[in-house]
């Protein structure tokens, strides 16, 4: 798939667990790891926008296009 999800890299920086962010969301970990690994078929813009609030961050930050 040519978009790339770099939520692990952002936790990474943000010294944060998945866990703590799936909670901060209010999303199952199940789900968070879905997004994570690439395997969702899409993601609201509202729960874009929290990843960002939550990391300090940009949606470009979290999301990379990547030509197969």
């Known amino acids: 798939m040519p978009i790339v999800v770099n939520v ?4 990474a920086k943000r ?3 998945s866990k703590e ?8 970990p199940a789900n968070l790891s879905i997004l994570k690994t690439g395997k969702a078929k899409g993601v609201r813009f509202d729960t874009l926008e929290a ?4 990391l300090n961050c940009q949606p470009g ?8």
């Not at 962010?21 to 199952?28: N, P, Q, S, Y």
């Open 61 to 68: 930050d979290i999301l990379e296009y990547v030509e197969a």
């Open 21 to 28: 962010l799936a909670d901060r969301l209010g999303i199952t």
């Open 51 to 54: 990843i960002c609030k939550i």
């Open 15 to 17: 010294k944060m667990q």
């Open 8 to 11: 692990d890299v952002m936790l």
